[in-house]
């Protein structure tokens, strides 16, 4: 059990280090921030200092290694934009972002799931075409139209609430909804179909055969079982919590974690970017960490290590 | 005459318009041990869960099934599930997927002493442990803690019978209860399910497709074909001697050790639900067919005492040499 548990972390840490090795690579090699931050009209004395400054001009491998040296001492770098650290700067931004993708994870939550356990349960009738029509739009409708849509009918036309910006609790609505929605037809869809797969074993007739009423086959056997798959999904959207909103905040106008992000890349400020993604892969991973051990918990096929060697 | 316990009148059963069962009789008597013998998809197994109403939704179930009398077909949902599990009880083909693989084999057990039993706190733990005694669970105790993947296929079937049998069931169906298992460990779950049955005077409808451990294991026989029963009777004389060409069939089917013959097989293959011939659902493979078999379906009727028979030509001596080669005209057989 230890070494499946130290496995995990290993795998995790890996995982984490490869993430930020290739944003490093792919920032490194999508143009000079100099030039951006400086603007196209600066003297080349101008960008050589701000170049050497900010340690551009070393090797990259020499960049990579610093880098990394520092993220060990808890240094994520500096803003090459306001000289602030990138980590105070991301941290500020982490509120905004959770007051959206929290209440956005619990409507996900508290839609999909029951959506997708009805609709199975009912497989074939109106509300379950119905789930299954909303779970397609759901998937295909991005989540800028959605937004547009959403802001189309209650801000411009209804007027019930606001377009953009981050003044009181009504600003939070639309984008709140914007994120549930689409979530949430995921997880409905998700969890229908683990559902149905679940229902169609032996081991619901054999529950049946026993004698037990239908709700007591359903909450007792069935759905311990479709949890399984369907805590991967969770675990995913939990993971998502910081990034999820990138496109919510922009179109919003919500000043979060992603709206940072967007203008970070667009100035090439690398190591706000940097930070950004080092935080995204940390709580990803953390949140799939987490999901392997509630496997064990759900099943007990995966309990004593079984799967430390898969 | 007893009165039977569970008695199946007209039965039919069909999904989405293809039938699967074709009007099936049968009784079981209390105490007694019918065999329930046929092809894959002859509907034996259909049969009983459709008496137990646990074939899905889109299954059209007709007919009557009668326990003690009363019509179990018609029950409020309520009363029929008092009936599953605590008047009749059901044991599985594959008791690796019939087992719940996240629950604990003591919650499995227990929630039918709960149910219908009545039982709780330590009278569950002592009856659930007691039942796995019975069906000779080593280290019972420890292995209520167990899982069914933690288990041989043996041991999750005596844990499905310990199962079934935690309702005190007057009647229990077991449904190819040894196909999936080592062939060593299928002669000690029948001996289990025979030493169970009489202690507990408890009646038991063994569903096979192997005639030989339908024979050795039960009192009387019914051989199912195509969704209808097309011979039964007592086992020792329904295996002597044969009456239908599809029970000689399925007997010169299987093997023997003195036997230097090679083994017969019958010939073709069982005919499609949504494609039934008219006459006789064996007729096209039956090497005894005449032309009145291809009219008219035969119906079952009784031969002699205790014995039913399902053929057209029912006064064929089938007692010859084995014969069913496709290649034999009917009329070269009867001559």
Partial sequence: MIRYILTRFLRAFITIVLVVTFAFVVLRLSGDPATIILGPEAPPEAIAAFRKSWGLDQPVLVQYIQYFAAIFQGDLGMSMRDGRPALELVMERIPATLALTLPALMLKLAMGVPAGVYAALHQGTAFDRAVMVAAVMGFAVPSFVLALGLVLVFAVNLGWLPSGGRDTIWHAILPIVTLGLGGA????????????????????????????????????????????????????LVGSLIAGAIVVESVFSWPGVGRLMVVAVANRDLAVVQCILLLVATTMVTSNLIVDFLYGALDPRLRHGARANA | MKTPLVKIEGLNVAFDGAPAVRGVDLAVHPGEALGLVGESGSGKSVTWLAALRLLPGKASVQGR????????????????????????????????????????????????????????????????????????????????DSYPHEMSGGQNQRVMIAMALA?????????????????????????????????????????????????????????????????????????????????????????????????????????????????????????????????????????????????????????????????????????
């Avoid at chain 2, 399902?310 to 084995?322: I, S, T, V, Y």
């Fill in chain 1, 185 to 236: 037809a995921a997880l409905a869809r998700f969890t229908r179909s683990a559902m149905l797969e679940v229902l169609g074993q032996h081991y619901i007739r054999t529950a049946s055969s026993k004698g037990l009423a239908w709700a007591v086959v359903v909450r007792s056997h069935a759905l311990p079982n479709a949890a399984i798959p369907t805590v991967t999904l969770i675990g995913f």
């Fill in chain 2, 65 to 144: 099934v009668s326990l003690d009398g009363s019509d179990i077909l018609s029950l409020p949902v309520r009363e029929m599930e008092r009936i599953r599990g605590g008047r009749i009880g059901i044991i599985f083909q594959d008791p690796s997927s019939a087992l719940n693989p996240v629950l604990s084999i003591r919650r499995q057990i227990s929630e039918v002493l709960a149910l219908h039993r009545g039982m709780s706190g330590s009278e569950i733990r002592a009856e659930a442990k007691r039942l796995l005694d019975l069906v000779g669970m080593p280290d019972a105790k420890g292995r209520l």
């Fill in chain 2, 167 to 335: 309702g005190q069931p007057d009647l229990l169906i077991a449904d190819e209860p040894t196909t999936a298992l080592d062939v060593t460990i299928q002669a000690q779950i029948l001996d289990l399910l025979q030493q169970i049955r009489r202690e507990m005077g408890m009646a038991l409808v063994l569903i096979s497709h192997d005639l030989g451990v339908v024979a050795e294991n039960c009192d009387r026989v019914a051989v199912m074909y195509a969704g209808r029963i097309v011979e039964s009777g007592p086992a020792a004389t329904l295996f002597d001697t044969p009456r239908h060409p599809y029970a000689r069939g399925l007997i010169d089917a299987l093997p023997t050790l003195d036997d230097t013959q090679r083994l017969v097989a019958i010939p073709g293959v069982v005919p499609d639900p949504r494609d039934m011939p008219r006459g006789c659902a064996f007729g096209p493979r039956c090497a005894y067919a005449g032309p009145e078999c291809l009219l008219d379906s035969p119906p079952l009727r009784a031969v002699a005492p205790g014995r039913r028979l399902a053929c057209a030509r029912h006064n064929l001596d089938l007692a010859g040499p084995k014969s069913t080669t496709p290649n034999s005209t009917p009329a070269e057989v009867v001559s």
